[in-house]
């Protein structure tokens, strides 16, 4: 698939260069983006997700994660939708009729870094829990005054 670029010019933009993972630690993030997508074996499915941290020095830094959903192993199935419901307990929706009923809902995400083979290290998220929970690992410190940052 192609398409029109309407006269992009390459020169005027500057190079992003490369990204640091996100150290390993507790974040307040939002989901931004959710689609469900076909998996590698047929019958698979998962629900593709972008998050954004919303607080600290890491605020508006992204990263992602996928909840497998239908698969031919239980195991992969029943802990991504038992993450999916950590997710939807943590927003306060439990019977939620999209997966854009969890966008822009802020609650905490434990993110780790995961070394694989033959591939660069990746953040990955190990647990999502409510705001309202307490966590005992070491947060980044809140963006100061007039509000949540997410509404910004």
């Known amino acids: ?19 640091d993972l996100i150290p390993a630690g507790v974040y307040t993030a939002i989901m931004v983006k959710s689609e469900f997508k076909d ?13 954004q941290i919303v607080e600290g020095e890491h605020a508006k830094r992204v990263f992602f994660h996928m909840f497998t959903w ?12 038992g993450q999916w419901s950590d997710v939807c307990r943590s927003v306060g929706i439990e019977l939620p ?5 969890l966008h822009d809902k802020p609650l ?25 929970t307490p966590i005992d690992a070491a947060q980044p ?7 949540p940052s ?3």
């Open 70 to 81: 239908e698969n031919e192993n239980e195991r992969s199935v029943n802990i991504g939708k």
């Open 150 to 152: 997410w509404t910004k």
């Open 39 to 51: 998996g590698k074996k047929p019958g698979s499915k998962y629900i593709n997700t972008q998050w």
């Open 1 to 19: 698939m192609s398409g029109n670029l309407d006269g992009f010019d390459a020169s005027q933009h500057d190079s992003p260069g490369d990204f």
């Open 97 to 101: 009729n999209d997966t854009s009923d």
């Open 141 to 147: 410190a809140a963006s100061g005054g007039g509000g």
């Open 108 to 132: 905490f995400v434990k993110l780790a870094i995961k070394s694989q083979k033959d591939y660069d290290d990746k953040n990955v998220a190990k647990s999502f829990t409510s705001l309202a």
